[in-house]
């Protein structure tokens, strides 16, 4: 009896140690792992998780970090596109703001011509004013001999009809009769070519952004050519005017990359992309240095291998004075300049030197700068400009 009960007590042991390693899960012997894979026995807490098929270190174990999906990038917003104002009535709008820098001299001679006696010297004086004004000494000559004539035949003058009398004479000296419209129109499907050329300082690429964001005002799309390749400051300045109101804008990476070429990617873009104008600003090169002028003759020939050529626009600081005539006759000897920009006739700038270029070049003042504003650039008006002059 005694040994039937030793038995009894002996399988009763062994079934309940065989029930434990039965029931114990397999690959723990001798690691306990918390929740997250850590190893609570050694207290280290990797942070692994078991996962059959991942190449790890240890088999089947990848970090809880890999196994979070990858973060969702969220859509870039587009940039806002400025709307630009058209271009028609901007000379109006910012006739104020001439009138102020230039009734100096409109003052002066209003004042002479308004003496009670007109003799040679205040006619010396008169043609003074009208020289440090900048209209040059053969335009300066030819008003005032117009204007002796016309004293002498209508005698004594109110200072309305004085007015009037000189309102007419500048009108007729800044008024030559040519068209100062752009040509803007597409033509033979293809795009208008307007090439931009001036000396350094003289706000070139300032200006062909400022004429992009007119043109797009006024509805036009438009390629820009950031043919300026000498200056890495021009291109990156070139491209922000083009990203501000949507403007493509064409340029090498390369510095000192070959200008014609850059010029006949812009082209060849333009007319691929059916676009209504391309502006090509070109290199503010010195006059005086030939190679560089005959490079501009270069880019020039290189576009009219796939277009023509419908503008030369030369750009000029007003307020150089009879050294910006020298630059225009040379770059007129290159190319044939068909249009000329005044920049910074506001503040200091004198207005004769409208007279004085277009007598220069035989060619018509088609857009001023006034101002450091992006809408500052505004068709001429000859009209409003001598009104501007006189204070009216």
Do not use: C
């Amino acid at each position: 009896m005694e040994y039937i009960i030793i038995i009894v007590v002996l399988a009763v042991l062994i079934l309940a140690v065989g029930g434990t390693m039965l029931l114990r899960p397999r690959g723990t012997r001798g690691v306990r792992r918390g929740r997250a894979g850590g190893d609570l026995g050694s207290g280290t807490g990797t942070g692994t998780i078991t996962r059959p098929g991942t190449d790890t270190d240890t088999a089947g174990t990848e970090t809880a970090a890999e196994t979070q999906a990858p973060p969702v990038p969220r859509p870039a917003e587009p940039p806002v596109l400025e709307k630009p104002p058209p271009s028609a009535g901007r000379m109006m709008r910012l006739r104020a703001r001439l009138a102020r820098s230039q009734t100096g001299f409109g003052a002066a001679l209003l004042g002479l011509l308004s003496r009670d006696r007109l003799d040679d010297d205040t006619w010396d004086e008169i043609e003074e004013v009208l020289i440090t004004a900048d209209v040059g000494v053969t335009p300066a000559r030819q008003i005032v001999s117009d204007l002796r004539t016309r004293v002498k035949v209508e005698g004594s003058q109110t200072p309305e009809e004085v007015r009037s009398m000189l309102r007419a004479e500048l009108l007729a000296q800044v008024d030559t009769g040519a068209s100062r419209a752009l040509r803007t129109q597409r033509h033979e499907g293809r795009p208008a070519v307007i090439l931009v050329v001036g000396v350094n300082g003289t706000g070139k690429t300032t200006t062909v952004g400022k004429l992009a964001r007119s043109l797009i005002g006024d509805g036009e799309t438009v390629v820009l050519g950031a043919a300026d390749t000498f200056r890495a400051a021009a291109v990156d300045q070139l491209q922000t005017w083009g990203d501000r109101v949507g403007a493509q804008t064409v340029r090498s990476d390369k510095d000192g990359a070959d200008p014609a070429s850059v010029a006949f990617e812009a082209v060849s873009q333009g007319i691929e992309s059916e676009a209504d104008v391309v502006l090509i600003d070109t290199a503010g090169r010195l006059h005086t240095k030939t190679g560089l002028m005959d490079e501009l003759d270069k880019v020039k020939r290189v576009i009219e291998k796939r277009t023509s050529v419908d503008e030369v626009l030369l750009v000029l600081d007003a307020t150089t004075g009879q050294n910006g005539l020298r630059q225009a006759r040379v770059f007129a000897e290159v190319v044939d300049v068909s249009g000329i920009v005044l920049t910074k006739l506001d503040g200091t700038a004198k207005g004769g030197i409208v007279i004085a270029v277009q007598r220069e070049l035989g060619v018509p003042v088609k857009l001023v700068g006034l101002g450091e504003g992006p809408d500052d650039l505004a068709p001429f008006d000859a009209e409003t400009f001598v009104d501007a002059i006189l204070g009216d």
